[in-house]
């Protein structure tokens, strides 16, 4: 394949399901080009080929266009569970075969995508360096003396050398974020518990999350949208409904730190490139609103001056106690402290967060997202291997606080540094803004004109997006009467709605024929994925159209939040449990429209 093969999510998935590409003909390009590549340290295990191939070849018989990662390879850094595969973590000695696959991973799976691997890490993804491994140090593919960024090092390379288009890695103090500037490719570090940690080797579990690696934002949002969701295995999930890409806003506010308060430990070429990265948002219309960061770089500090440590310590305690020789001498040491830790500094510390947190609060009241570096400089190989505590640190100096103060973030390629070393920014944001992030984040990166990771290939156009709601306007899902053409839908009309888009929920919903006049659906929310997905109409209303329709709903229907298949949450009619005794289930027609039709013969 040429320089015309497809490299991004999009551009793979367009072509299985064009038929100009096939699966098997993508994963079998992955396998090649790990091999032409020849770098040993970027996998610690790799899936047998053959495997792979069947597992593409087997998805001829899947509907293509309700898989939304079709066809994709796919790496797992090693402390994420992929059945099949062992799990190490970095460490030989720990190492074991999981039962079954991560939450994750087992969505992913779910929507497409084929596992090709286990990436390196820095062991027990304690490190932002990705040097800290038995398995060797992955080589740096935009420049080779460069560290290759950690704690997911060879996630992050295995994206940026075109390998394959998606990564997962994880994000406790920024190990999603700094490979991923080191690598000139997008990191997406979600809000906590949004995407479920089950199957997770955690390095610190009140704070981890698995983030996702990509050479664009939109094919980190398709990723993220395929994982996202509630998951009773995992007692940290939170139900957040994500939002979906939407276009630039007319007014954007972007956090900036006041004059003289960043740190680039000395590199003038570092601090230009933010600079330049404000100017540039400034052009794209943003306007920069000054805030303090002293109370980040307090929140930073804790991390790995406080308690959070000690949950290091009780992933590995027992092989600390019976092979200690077995980990790596860094992480032995920074991991050792925790054992020290009392109480009374765990509750210290809780209390000075929760005063953090609220200065975080109170800066975010005046600005929209901010942006940061997302590290302060680079470093060589050479540098960390002798100096590795206080460059590995450094290399922290904005990442390090961020889910402390529970924030989503994304990092962006910004610039190509005339020495040869990538440049990123960070667009942070209070938890649950995940899409809104992605939506003025794809612009910026777009606008760079970079080419993507290490391929030297174009960043394709950006894909145009379906059209969102303005301003005061308020989006609702219809499953029946109101659907256009069908018997109710001219009161959607009356109060000036407006069709948005055709979609489908998640399947985690159950769809009934009412005894009602006019006939209606009524449709009830169910386990995650032990339902069906049902076709629906997305349609906008004034805010006060919209409270009119909700006061005319008559029972046993009502207004709920439901997930839609690409993840978002939009309000729309749900029943009443009691509603459904005795009802006819229809979710085998996918719609009620389909069940209408078969119904009158129409």
Known sequence: MGSDAPETI???????????????????????????????????????????LGEAEALASKDAHALPLFGVPVAVKDNIDAQGLPTTAACPAFSYSPA??????????????II?????????????????????????????????????SGSAVAVSAGL???????????????????????????????????????????????????????????????????????????????????????KLRLGVPGNGQLIFFGDRAAEKAYDAAIKRWTQLGATPVEFDLEPFYEAAQLLYEGPWVAERYLVIRDLLASAPDAIHPVTREITAAGARLTAADTFASLYRLQALRRAAERAFAHFDAMVLPTAP???????????????????????????????????????????????????????????ELASIGRVFHADTQLKIGATGLAQPPLAALPAATDGDEITIAVVGAHLSGMALNGELQALGARLIEATETAPDYKLYALDTTPPKPGMLRVDAGSGSTIKLELWALSAASFGKFVAAIPPPLGIGTIRLADGRGVKGFLAEPAAIN?????????????????????
Not at 240 to 249: C, M, T
Not at 582 to 602: L, P
Request: glycine share 10%; with cysteine.
């Open 10 to 52: 999009a551009a793979i998935v367009a072509a299985h399901r064009a038929g100009t590409l096939t699966p098997a003909e993508t994963v079998a390009r992955s396998y090649q080009r790990i091999r032409d590549h020849n770098d040993p340290a970027i996998f610690i295990s790799l899936r047998n080929e053959k495997e792979a």
């Open 100 to 113: 079954q696959d991560s939450t994750a991973v087992a969505k992913l799976r779910a929507a497409g995508a």
């Open 116 to 152: 090709i691997g286990k990436t390196n890490l820095d062991q027990f993804a304690t490190g932002l360096v990705g040097v800290r491994s038995p398995y060797g140090i992955p080589v740096n593919p935009i420049r080779s003396d460069l560290v290759p960024g950690g704690s997911s």
């Open 164 to 250: 394959v288009p998606l990564a997962l890695g994880t994000d406790t103090a920024g190990s999603g974020r700094v490979p991923a500037m080191l690598n000139n490719i997008v990191g997406l570090k979600p809000s906590l518990g949004l995407i479920s940690n089950a199957g997770l080797v955690p390095a610190c579990r009140t704070l981890d999350c698995i983030s996702v690696f990509s050479l664009t934002v939109d094919d980190a949002m398709t990723a993220l949208t395929a994982m996202a969701g509630p998951d009773g295995a995992d007692p940290y999930s939170r139900d957040r409904p994500l939002g979906a890409l939407s276009a630039f806003p007319g």
């Open 377 to 435: 400089t680079a470093y060589s190989t050479a540098q960390v291997l002798a100096n590795p505590l206080e460059l590995n640190s450094r290399l922290g100096t904005y990442t390090n606080f961020v889910n402390l103060l529970d924030l989503c973030g994304l990092a962006l390629p910004a610039a190509m540094r005339d020495d040869g070393i990538p440049f990123g920014i960070t667009l942070l944001a209070r938890a649950g803004r995940d899409a």
């Open 582 to 602: 005795g009802a006819r289930d229809i979710s085998s027609y996918g719609g009620w429209r389909a069940f209408m039709a078969e119904k009158t013969g129409k």
